[in-house]
Antibody
Framework: EGQLVESGGNLVQPGRSLRLSCMASGFTFGDYVMSWVRQAPGKGLEWVGFSRNQARGGTTEYAASVKGRFTISRDDSKSIAYLQMNNLKTEDTAVYYC????????????????????WGRGTLVTVSS | DVQLTQSPAFLSASVGDRVTITCRVSQGISSFLAWYQQKPGRGPKLLIYGASTLPFGVPPRFSGSGSGTEFTLTISSLQPEDFATYFCQQLNSFPLTFGGGTKVEIK
């Protein structure tokens, strides 16, 4: 079925950087698109970004709130996805989840929609001075 | 961005009750909607995708319906393990977005 384990969360000052890791097991990592989703304390879910696997071009997509500051990468040989976070802001404080993404096609739609069929337990990032 | 509005935000119910949660979407998304369940301290769990399809292992008391701009999640007979927060998510376009959540509490 698979498992995702996030790590790297920490307390960090505004303007600093942090890298999160997501280790996958139990499935063929290179076959899947992976996302990061975050949840601020007591709040809802916010999609952060998305890394397509090589078969889908290996490109990325980002939410506007993190574009230019966050970078998603992946090492398929190690089954790990990364989230590099630069110039952190207090509003980036959240639990960060790694997800395995599945395409959904409906009635011949040219492009798939994406939903998240596997989630990790998350890692907490606190941005504070 | 596609906006999702869930109602109610909080719901108090008893074991055995039928519960319905609504997700309204700011633009038509056909059947490109998913539902998740989240319990405290844990990552969300996929309940429904494609508006009405249950993944393997999700109990049949959960069901989803709707298309376009209005969707519902129904729990036919609430069980003790169903007390949690539920989120909808649109799959249609980037950025992928979620509803604000519905917390189901014990009455």
């Amino acid at each position: 079925e698979g498992q995702l384990v996030e790590s790297g969360g920490n307390l960090v000052q505004p303007g600093r950087s942090l890298r999160l890791s997501c280790m996958a097991s139990g499935f063929t990592f290179g076959d899947y698109v992976m996302s990061w989703v975050r949840q601020a304390p007591g709040k809802g879910l916010e999609w952060v970004g998305f890394s397509r696997n090589q078969a889908r071009g290996g490109t990325t997509e980002y939410a506007a709130s993190v574009k230019g500051r966050f970078t998603i990468s992946r090492d398929d040989s190690k089954s790990i996805a990364y989230l590099q976070m630069n110039n952190l802001k207090t509003e980036d404080t959240a639990v960060y989840y790694c997800t395995r993404d599945v395409p959904f096609y409906y009635h011949g739609s040219p492009l798939p929609g994406w939903y998240f069929d596997l989630w990790g337990r998350g890692t907490l990032v606190t941005v504070s001075s | 961005d596609v906006q999702l509005t869930q109602s109610p935000a909080f719901l108090s119910a008893s074991v055995g009750d039928r519960v319905t949660i609504t997700c309204r979407v700011s633009q038509g998304i056909s059947s490109f909607l998913a539902w998740y369940q989240q319990k405290p301290g844990r990552g969300p769990k996929l309940l429904i995708y494609g508006a009405s399809t249950l993944p393997f292992g999700v109990p049949p008391r959960f069901s989803g319906s709707g298309s376009g701009t209005e969707f519902t999640l129904t729990i036919s007979s609430l069980q003790p393990e169903d007390f949690a927060t539920y989120f909808c998510q649109q799959l249609n376009s980037f950025p992928l977005t979620f509803g604000g959540g519905t917390k189901v509490e014990i009455k």
